[in-house]
């Protein structure tokens, strides 16, 4: 992976998780206290992958850091994963279309075109969380019974 590609989906992936900051913070709520060489270490792990630490991740909170940038690493950044980075970013772009978040999306859409999606992919891609909107808005507003769906649909 480039350091260009890392840089970008680094940021983009702590933005994703500053979106959660407060989620985090509640999960941490009950968790032993995050110590000061805990958030130290993920200071330095971001500075030497991506070159700097962006401003926004010094907004983020201390409790809460340490473990987004791990989930990031483990999963995002990670090439030990299911799923290619492509699919990855082609994903993470259709739920930032969903809602909504300019910066996910802007990025996003930088990362699937630097892992090798074409213009046709991204826009697919969007399309699909459009209509899964879409036919979630009928199937939740009509209030359409979901055991009946199931079987009429080849369910159990």
């Known amino acids: ?3 260009h590609r890392v ?14 900051s407060a989620s985090a ?7 032993a206290p995050v110590r000061a060489d805990d958030y130290d270490a993920a ?4 500075q030497s992958t991506m070159g700097g630490v962006p401003s926004f991740v010094k ?16 999963i995002e950044l990670s090439d030990k994963t299911a799923l290619p980075p492509k699919v990855k970013s082609l ?12 910066y996910c999306i802007w990025s996003d859409t930088q990362d699937a075109k630097r892992a090798g999606a ?3 992919e991204i826009q697919e891609a969007v399309a699909m969380a459009a209509l899964t909107r879409h036919w979630s808005t009928i199937f939740n ?11 009429e649909m080849g369910g159990q």
Do not use: H
Not at 59 to 74: I, M, N, S, T
Not at 141 to 150: A, N
């Open 1 to 3: 992976m480039s350091t």
């Open 118 to 120: 074409t213009d046709e």
């Open 91 to 102: 994903i993470s772009l259709a739920v930032a279309a969903q809602i909504p978040c300019n």
């Open 43 to 46: 200071i330095k792990d971001i």
């Open 59 to 74: 907004q983020f909170p201390k409790a809460g850091l340490p473990g987004a940038w791990a989930e990031v690493k483990a």
């Open 141 to 151: 507003g009509m209030q359409v019974d979901f055991d009946t769906y199931k079987k």
């Open 25 to 31: 913070c509640f999960l941490s709520l009950g968790a």
């Open 7 to 20: 840089v970008n989906t680094v940021q983009s992936s702590i933005r994703r998780a500053l979106l959660l």
